[in-house]
């Protein structure tokens, strides 16, 4: 089974990101940049598959030269092989430009390799702006079927099936080849790399894709904000519980909660 996975670099979600005063812009200077988390889960369960069902599994990546030591980093966790679609201008794509990227990327790798992709991973949103597309746009570029939200899949002859997780608990989808599996937090979380893969990951060759025009974005980001602050929380010291009811209760009708 061949497997494409598309991953983004990302800032680290673990960091608290301000807005610099005078751009409005993230101020990402000294923040680490990383595989997007969803898109790690996506990978965890391609190379699951591939160790279930036979295969090989490809990272894509669309991005500037920094983009490579995130690859690496995928490479180092079951990926074989790597590639990076040029585009320094990545993060001001919007997402229908991005799939259109994706999608010339992939008939690229196919056509240098002779390979045809039977499924491709994407994680179901990035940290960073969240908008959720790409796979879904992806799929209609491709004219193939999309699962999202998926927590774990598994292989058929000529088909897989999809757990898909949904407000209400889980849907089993059954999807043929191609496809398209967008991928929600699973069960399980992705692996580390040890020394050894981390070593054999940096002998490993990333091949470079020309950039690909893909139109003009339809989609321009004029403002970001940053979130809310919460207020701090009140902490009720009373041991009785039923004075802490009471004082709980007193505090949502002052508030008018209630």
């Not at 608290?16 to 005078?22: G, N, V």
Request: hydrophobic letters at 40%.
């Amino acid at each position: 089974m061949e497997i494409l996975v598309c991953v983004k670099q990302v800032p680290d979600d673990s960091v608290e990101i301000s807005l610099d005063p005078k751009t409005g812009a993230p101020a990402l200077d000294g923040v680490t940049p990383v595989v997007n988390a969803f898109d790690t889960y996506a990978l965890e369960m391609a190379v699951r598959l591939k160790e279930a069902a036979g295969g090989e599994v490809t990272v894509l990546s669309i991005g500037d030269e920094s983009v490579k030591n995130s690859l690496k980093n995928c490479l180092a966790v079951g990926a074989d092989y790597a590639y990076l679609a040029a585009n320094d201008a990545y993060q001001s794509a919007d997402p229908e430009i991005i799939a259109k990227e994706l999608k010339a990327a992939k008939e690229a790798i196919e056509e240098k390799t002779g390979k045809k992709f039977d499924i491709v991973f994407c994680g179901k949103e990035t940290t960073d702006f969240a908008s959720g597309q790409v796979g879904t746009i992806l799929a209609k570029e491709l004219s193939a079927p999309v699962t999202a939200d998926a927590v774990d899949i598994t292989a058929g002859e000529g088909k897989v099936t999809v757990k898909q997780e949904t407000e209400e608990g889980y849907c089993m989808i059954e999807s043929g080849l191609p496809c398209v599996v967008a991928v929600n937090k699973p069960e399980y979380d992705p692996r580390y790399p040890t020394i050894k893969s981390k070593m054999a990951a940096r002998k490993k060759p990333i091949e470079e894709l020309a950039a690909e025009e893909a139109g003009a974005a339809q989609v321009e980001v004029l403002r970001v904000y940053a979130p809310a602050k919460r207020d701090a929380g009140v902490k009720i010291k009373a041991e009785d519980p039923a004075e802490a009811v009471s004082q709980a209760l007193a505090m949502m009708s002052e508030a008018k909660a209630i």
